[in-house]
């Protein structure tokens, strides 16, 4: 199972970056998916997620209004476009994948993880 993400970089503050994570070595047919990110010194938290169909999705209430979801399940990627980027959004962020509904990853976590990609924004 490999979840691997990119697209991260160096951006100053109101700036804009996409980051794209790539699925493969397993189904993920139905599955939800979704980025967590976790800041120096802080916990990983769950900034959003998108169900299969993509009619469900999530969003941290920090980022609401800036941070789009959206999912290719074709070509088996994820992806996050973030606008208006703030340097409290400076993170690793990580993509995820889980079969449980979001209600549930909510309370639970996610199963499968990819490796991060880093986001630092400058102020």
């Known amino acids: 199972v490999q979840l691997q993400a990119s697209g991260g970089g160096l951006v100053q503050t109101g700036g804009s970056l996409r980051l794209s994570c790539e699925a493969s070595?397993?189904?993920?047919?139905?599955?939800?998916m979704g980025w967590f990110r976790q800041a120096p010194g802080k916990e990983h938290e769950l900034v959003t997620a998108?169900?299969?169909?993509?009619?469900?999705?999530f969003y941290l209430d920090s980022v609401k209004g800036r941070f789009t979801i959206s999912r290719d399940n074709a070509k088996n990627m994820l992806y996050m476009q973030m606008n208006s980027l703030k340097p409290e959004d400076t993170a690793v962020y990580y993509c995820?994948?889980?079969?449980?509904?979001?209600?549930?990853?909510?309370?639970?976590?996610?199963?499968?993880w990819g490796k991060g990609t880093l986001v630092t924004v400058s102020s």
């Open positions: 995820a994948a889980d079969p449980r509904d979001i209600p549930t990853i909510l309370r639970y976590g996610m199963n499968y």
């Open positions: 070595g397993h189904s993920f047919s139905g599955y939800v």
């Open positions: 998108i169900s299969w169909g993509g009619g469900s999705t």
